[in-house]
């Protein structure tokens, strides 16, 4: 699924009534009919009181047509005009005209704080006051509104996005945003949903599809690309019956310093979790017994050091090349990895020390082979890139970094974002349950794994999180958020191949269209 910018869908709005011939109105409508769907088919005429708040503007629209639909169909309803400004859009004044055909009961005004409704736990907000014509800070009554209703305990539905956000750009104020239990988003979710600042305004959000004009979708560029089940299926490749090891590669681990040899075992056993033909672990001496006995598919080769890596010699040329989980940022280390930048010529990750010792060494990114792949978590990119204002900002350097270094960079996260030359790429699945200790070790290894099997550098780390995330939610489906380690990740990368094709007897969650 595409994420389009406000702007984007303002177009796509024009464009769509002038190619259908519709009036704006006649697509508010569809709109509104969606949430009344929505509504009516988890309500069934239950008597909760809703209050709808609306704004002036087409947002507000939308709320008062949800308004007249849940009247007609019987539903207990109050709606509240949050008369912020008298410039009334055209579709607002349509729908406030449309109420009086169903109800003696008008909207009412809301001027200031003396106006503000009292709303029991057990009711229903919905939130139509700003959608994304938001243009400015919410100030004033209207502000202390969104903190009264956030407040309070009855649940909560956004109506396109929740009031105070602005779908593509940093929010002004935390404390003048609706706290959304759900949102209901029109055509495209917006990119204020996946960053970690705006995003916890949005738990959850449902897309409806209000038919806006294919053609125009499918040529814009969008802001983001969602990474789905529907995606993930596409980058998957078949394997054919005449393969051998060979084809799937031979790659190599290079990790692990004393008391880290861990890192090593959880990449190494991923890559071959991934499919890799086969997989060397280049670690310091103290691991070998480690690692023979604990992964015993893996070769292991050795540096002359018992506790840290100093020197990358191996007699073969891998398929693909993860370095970095554990290794620490001595200076030795980092002359090795240097050693290895000049030398290589294999597809490569680099992961947390690994990370570190470039970000402690900056003469060494203009090293980096094309397409590699970084695999920063926030303070790691932090130390990259330098300190961002606000996640948009944040975006900005990581994209002008990964530009600057030809890199891919998969910025770890809740929802992980892969960034490579101006795209970018957003995953959907993962947990808080995989915020433990090595998951970033096995994300490292699938995204080697794949690259070993010939996958590209950004198909293979785009595939790898939404496998990886995949992996972590069978496991949390299964042993609790809690108590989700790595390696019950790595265990679950099988199950995670299979889910992307299975077919959902029952869903577990309800479509997102
Ligand atoms: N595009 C689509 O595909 C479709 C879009 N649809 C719907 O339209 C929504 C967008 O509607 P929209 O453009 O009318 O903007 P909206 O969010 O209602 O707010 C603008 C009003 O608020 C005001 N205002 C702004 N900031 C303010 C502030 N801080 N404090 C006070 N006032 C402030 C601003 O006032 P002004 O700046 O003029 O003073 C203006 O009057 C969209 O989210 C979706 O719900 C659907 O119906 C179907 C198809
Ligand atoms: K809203």
Not at 22 to 38: H, K, V, Y
Not at 252 to 266: D, R, T
Not at 397 to 407: I, L, V
Request: with cysteine.
């Amino acid at each position: 699924m595409k994420i389009f910018s406000s702007e984007q869908l303002y177009e796509a709005d024009k464009i769509t009534t002038e190619k259908q011939e519709i009036a704006s109105i006649e697509l508010m409508e569809r709109a509104a009919t969606q949430i009344f769907s929505w509504l009516h088919e988890r309500m069934q005429g239950a008597q909760v009181p809703i209050h709808i708040f609306c704004g002036i503007g087409n947002n507000g629209g939308d709320g008062l047509a949800v308004g007249r639909l849940l009247i007609e169909s019987g539903y207990n309803v109050t709606m509240y005009v949050v008369n912020c400004s008298d410039k009334r859009s055209k579709n607002f004044l349509i729908n406030y005209d449309r109420v009086k055909n169903v109800t003696k009961s008008w909207p009412l005004l809301m001027t200031s704080e003396e106006d503000f409704p009292d709303i029991a736990d057990e009711d229903i907000i919905i939130d139509a006051i700003f959608g994304i014509g938001l243009n400015r800070c919410p100030g004033g009554w209207v502000k202390k509104l969104i903190q009264y209703l956030n407040g309070k305990k009855a649940f909560k539905l956004a109506i396109d996005i929740p009031s105070g956000l602005y779908a593509n750009e940093p929010m002004d104020d935390v404390e003048a945003v609706l706290k959304a239990n759900h949102t209901l988003t029109f055509q495209s979710p917006k990119m204020a949903f996946f960053l970690p600042e705006t995003g916890v305004f949005v738990p959850y959000f449902e897309v409806l599809n209000i038919g806006l004009d294919e053609e125009f979708i499918l040529s814009q560029e969008p802001l983001a690309q969602l990474i789905e089940k529907p995606e993930a299926q596409r980058f998957y490749k078949q394997r054919q019956k005449y393969d051998h090891k060979g084809t799937y590669g031979h790659a190599l681990i290079v990790a692990g310093s004393y008391g880290k040899i861990g890192a090593a075992f959880l990449s190494a056993k991923s890559v071959l979790r991934a499919g890799a033909g086969l997989v060397s672990c280049f670690i310091p001496e103290c691991g070998y017994a480690i690692i023979q006995s604990s992964l015993p598919e893996a070769m292991v080769i050795t540096d002359k050091e018992d506790d840290l890596i100093t020197d990358i010699k191996i007699n073969f040329t891998p398929s693909a090349i993860g370095i970095g989980m554990g290794i620490g940022t001595n200076k030795e280390t980092v002359a090795a990895l240097e050693k290895l930048l000049k030398e290589t010529k294999s597809p490569l990750v680099i992961d947390a020390d690994g990370l570190n010792c470039l970000a402690e060494n900056k003469s060494l990114l203009k090293l980096l082979p094309k397409n590699t792949v970084l695999t920063p978590h926030l303070g790691e990119l932090e130390r990259l890139v330098g300190k961002w204002k606000n996640d948009y900002d944040r975006i900005k350097k990581t994209k002008s970094f990964a530009k600057k270094y030809g890199a891919v960079m998969v910025v770890k996260g809740a929802n992980t974002m892969t960034v490579f030359e101006d795209k970018i790429y957003i995953n959907t699945t993962g947990n808080p349950g995989m915020a433990t200790a090595g998951s970033g070790d096995v994300l490292t290894g699938l995204i080697t794994g794949l690259l070993s099997q010939g996958y590209d550098p950004l198909l293979a780390s785009v595939f790898a999180v939404y496998l990886h995330g995949s992996a972590g939610n069978i496991a949390s489906q299964e042993i609790s958020f809690e108590a989700v380690m790595a390696s019950d990740i790595v265990d679950r990368i099988g199950l995670a191949f299979i889910e992307l094709f299975a077919q959902d007897p029952m869903p577990l969650s309800e479509p997102k269209e």
